[in-house]
């Protein structure tokens, strides 16, 4: 096999160790895209440059510290010359995220029916939840299920919910080619 040092595969095998650390649904879900952009330097002033690329001249506003690697030396945007041809790498990877919320609530209980439970807040606001199979109440510093639930009990109740959420990273990483010497 042959293998080319490549920004794709430095980064799949940088993340090769957390993909086993987070396990194989992690893999299933999780997306990378590599997008190749080419063009040539304009001008470059501060740190807006003009690039001329395939689809038309397009200005970049980039951070200060940004730099550009030209034939081994990282020039920053104001240095780079008019003919320089950029070869822009973004890799974007788009992985699940977990999200816990945690919510404690009190309140008095005024209706019970089946797994569905009416509550008295100490606002005074009535809530309504439907109560997940094993899911405990604090009443009188004892556990109780939804179903020993009566009438008046003053009941305590942590709440988690979990969610997933979609991240997105990109990284963008600059190359030039010094541009050709003028005959």
Partial sequence: MNFRNTSTQRVLVALIPTLFLAGSWAWAQMEVETEVKRGIVL????????????????LYTVPEDFRVNVDGRDVPVDQLEPGTELIATITTITRPRTVQTTQVISGTVWEV???????????????????????????????????????????????????????????????????APSR
């Fill in 43 to 58: 001008y470059a002033k501060g740190n807006s440059v003009m690039v001329r690329e395939p689809s038309g001249d397009m």
């Fill in 113 to 179: 029916a089946g797994n569905s439970v009416m509550v008295t807040m100490e606002s005074g606001e009535q809530r309504q939840a439907v109560v997940p199979a094993g899911f405990k109440f604090i009443v009188a510093g004892e556990e109780k299920g939804v179903s020993e639930l009566t009438r008046g009990m003053k009941l305590r109740a942590t709440i988690i919910q979990k969610k997933q959420e979609m991240v997105t990273e990109s990284t963008t990483v600059v190359h030039g080619l010094p541009r």
